[in-house]
């Protein structure tokens, strides 16, 4: 098994590749578990299938990045105790990571069973698709667990510099969520349930094996059983670190789904349409997405190493090396979206709609290189709140209200209501931009 790399020493550009390569290409088969329900239930469902698993992912999708942004605690504080050479209190910190998301799984997994129907009335679910997206959202909830696994485990190897194991794991599961789909989707014709049920399945597998790895891969730190118990202190430091990146994905992922309850509000094709649009969305993010999580365990490392110049470096190598590829699936999206659209659907009304709201989203593929790296750095260097505040700002100042006003005109297009991401996204760089400079004149200042 290949060793865990020092951030804190030598090149820059190479070693912060290398890592967000492999996190690239599990982030991008990630994607893959929503993206083929989409695409199966497209070419052998109805649109009320694709409704229901376009909503119910998105219901999920806000799950997983609560989970996801708690997670990023663990990630940089380790980070940082790797970088401060303290790795003892580096293996507390993955033990005590362990015991806190166990408990949150279990209550989650409550909480999503029970108020699945009202969450799905509260999305405004088309009439037509609203029981199949019931029973897509519950029976993903009753599998909460293995989804709080997945992304916690993928938080410790990444803490440790290693993203070739969470690689390993999802590419697994993911041939598993294909196999399963076509199984329960084209030849059982369970439609959204169907695919609902292969995601949990392949969910499983992939803890399952990452429990294997992390057993039998050398760690550079001791860490056993005893390690997994309550240490207020370090769950404290988890949750300071974590939970304002939690709060700020979930309220961002709150404003896209209020996106989609606006657009369901104005037909089935327009649902399905944005359905499809945001399965594509999520790979053509997936650049800066590796670049954000691969940026937060470099710079945490360089932090605690005492290396803040380093750090900055590395923000502008990541932000110049996402804006080259950004504009690349910005054309693709802008000029070839229709394309890109039936890989998931056959019905032209719903890959018009689908490429329409396309549109908008290339005019981010350009921003979101800057935002992405921007938000990645603040997180390693442990200014969580103010990613939650900026954040918060985009989503509830700009993105919804500029969503809701464009859905209000006479001329109303999915293309007018998408250019509400763009809209909050140049916000928050302006945002991302300003704390920089400051952080820049107080380092200053104090030398």
């Known amino acids: 098994m ?25 982030l991008f088969l990630q994607s893959m578990y929503g993206a083929v329900d989409l695409m199966i239930v497209g070419r052998f469902g109805q649109a009320t299938d694709v409704s229901a698993v376009s909503t119910g992912s998105q219901i999920m999708q806000v799950i997983t990045t609560i989970i996801v942004g708690l997670s990023m605690g663990t ?14 209190e580096a293996g507390r910190v993955i033990g005590s990571s362990i015991a806190l998301f166990a408990v949150l799984s279990l209550i989650l997994t409550g909480i999503m069973l029970l108020s699945a129907r009202g969450i799905t009335r509260l999305m405004q679910a088309p009439e037509e698709a ?24 993928g938080s410790i190897f990444r803490g440790i510099g290693n993203s070739k194991i969470p690689l390993i794991t999802v590419a697994i599961a993911c041939v598993q969520n294909i196999l399963c789909d076509l199984l329960f989707v084209a030849v059982f014709g369970w439609g959204a349930a169907g695919a609902a049920l292969a995601t949990i399945i392949a969910q499983g597998i992939s803890v399952a094996l990452s429990f294997l790895f992390i057993l039998r891969t050398p760690l ?21 670190l974590g939970a ?26 327009a649902s399905a349409g944005v359905g499809v649009a945001g399965k594509l969305c999520g790979f053509i993010m997936l650049v800066p997405s590796a670049f954000m999580q ?33 504009a690349l699936m910005g054309y693709l999206a802008f000029f070839h979206g229709d394309l890109l659209s039936a890989l998931f ?26 935002l992405f790296c921007f938000m990645g750095y603040y997180n390693g260097c442990g200014h969580t709140t103010f990613v939650m505040a900026q954040g918060i700002i985009g989503a509830f100042l700009v993105r919804i209200p500029v969503s809701w006003f464009m859905s209000r005109l006479p001329t109303v297009s999915l293309f007018y209501v998408g250019l509400a991401t763009p809209a909050s996204t140049t916000v928050q760089i302006a945002l991302c931009m300003g704390f920089y400079f400051l952080m820049r004149r107080r380092s200053i200042s104090t030398k």
């Open 130 to 153: 609203f029981s199949s997206t019931v029973t897509y959202v519950m029976i993903c909830s009753a599998g909460a667990i293995f989804i709080v696994a997945y992304n916690v485990l």
């Open 244 to 269: 304002p990146i939690a709060l700020q994905d979930f309220l961002v992922n709150i404003s896209f789904s209020v996106i989609i309850a606006i657009v369901n509000t104005l037909g089935l094709i």
């Open 75 to 88: 990630t940089v504080l380790v980070g940082q105790r790797i970088g401060e050479r303290r790795e003892a």
């Open 2 to 26: 290949a060793s865990n790399p020092n951030f804190t020493e030598g090149k820059i550009l190479s070693p912060l590749i290398r890592f967000a390569f492999p996190v690239l290409v599990a």
């Open 345 to 370: 659907a056959e019905d032209p009304a719903i890959i018009s709609a689908a490429w329409d709201y396309l549109k908008a989203y290339a005019i981010d593929c350009l921003l979101v290189a800057f």
């Open 220 to 240: 550079p730190f001791h860490f056993s059983r005893k390690d997994i118990r309550f240490d207020r202190r370090l769950i404290g430091g988890v949750l300071r």
């Open 294 to 326: 691969s940026m937060s365990a470099f710079v945490a490392q360089n932090i605690g190493a005492g290396k803040p110049d380093r750090a900055r470096h590395a923000l502008w190598i990541g932000i110049s090396s996402s804006f080259v590829v950004g």
